[in-house]
């Protein structure tokens, strides 16, 4: 029975595989590049400037997606400003996932360090969404020597009550989780991709051809969706054992959410995170949801600017950003 489930499963996995890989969202990566970092490969987008005038940038993508997903939100708005590293973590995306330990936030932390020293890159300003801004920190923990600066936008980094989704449960059981992440999710993921997309962005617009250039029907990829279930579930104890030592952290640091994020709590994660770390600028944008890297893109550029030492008025940009949101709402 096992073998002719394990058959089955490897086979739909496959024909998934190319389904996907043969789409039109699925270009080829000819600008990506896939470096060994002690036994497993990293895979990550490298886009050099030739006169910078912004420290180089270091994207650590959410759940649920990839590289594509802050490629697509920042690439024309920071490329030739910056060294920009925008990376797969760690069995997302083409990213391999290495050893267990790389089912958490200090795992994937360590290999972007990895990652970064291959590519170059000494000290960087660590942009992150959602989940990666747990990767974030821990990356501000254990490597701070190479953190030039820190913009969360919508982090996860605390405990919250409730637990995980069911199906989250379901896909990282030991024995049935891998048949449940080959042959359930990938046709319901397909039918409601459309919506649960939408639902990210509320009560924000989901920006046109999103799924598509974002590639995000390879999260629900059967290993992805799986390892993508062991993050989170793994998420929930990592930030009872480490959201106590965030206060060490040190660099020069953002904070950027929405007050109708549904998906990630502002008051448990964001405005607790803003009291822990120094100095650290929180802003609170009214009536955004948990898409900051999208719906906040300018104030998340000119946050970028501030950590590296640049004058904006954040506040004021912030400002006018609830007034488009507030526009866009009328219309």
Do not use: C
């Not at 062991?230 to 930030?239: F, G, H, S, V």
């Not at 550029?301 to 009328?330: F, P, T, W, Y």
């Amino acid at each position: 029975m096992f073998k002719a489930s394990a058959r089955l499963l490897t086979l739909f996995s496959v024909l998934f595989s190319i389904a996907v890989s043969q789409g039109p969202a699925a270009a080829s990566p000819i600008d990506e590049e896939q470096i060994d970092v002690g036994g497993y490969r990293m895979n990550s987008l490298f886009l050099k400037a030739h006169r910078p005038d912004l420290p180089p940038i270091v994207f650590i993508h959410g759940a649920s997606t990839n590289l594509y997903d802050p490629v697509f939100s920042f690439r024309e708005k920071l490329e030739g400003r910056a060294d920009l590293l925008f990376v797969d973590r760690p069995g997302h995306g083409r990213s391999d996932r290495g050893g267990p330990g790389n089912a958490f936030p200090d795992g994937q932390a360590d290999a972007i360090a990895a990652l970064m020293k291959k590519r170059g890159i000494g000290r960087a300003i660590i942009v992150s969404h959602s989940f990666g801004g747990a990767v974030a920190a821990s990356f501000a923990l254990r490597h701070p020597e190479m953190v030039r600066g820190l913009v969360f936008l919508s982090p996860a980094v605390y405990p919250w009550p409730g637990g995980i989704a069911w199906y989250y449960d379901a896909a990282k059981a030991p024995v049935t989780g891998p048949l449940f992440s080959a042959l359930v999710v990938p046709p319901i993921g397909l039918a409601m991709i459309n919506k649960a997309t939408r639902s990210v962005f509320a009560p924000n617009p989901r920006p046109p051809d999103y799924i598509r250039q974002t590639r995000a029907l390879q999260a629900l990829g059967p290993k992805a969706f799986r390892d993508n279930a062991i993050d989170i579930a793994n998420l929930l104890e990592w930030t009872k054992a480490n959201s106590p030592l965030y206060g060490r952290i040190g660099a020069p640091t953002v904070i950027i959410t929405g007050d109708t994020d549904s998906i990630v709590s502002p008051d448990i994660h964001s405005r607790h995170l803003a009291r822990t770390i120094k100095g650290a600028r929180l802003l609170v944008v009214h009536n955004m949801g948990h898409k900051s890297d999208y719906v906040a893109r300018d104030l998340a550029v000119a946050a970028i600017e501030a950590v590296a030492g640049r004058q904006r008025n954040l506040r004021k940009m912030a400002a006018s950003l609830e007034a488009s949101i507030a526009d866009d709402h009328e219309r």
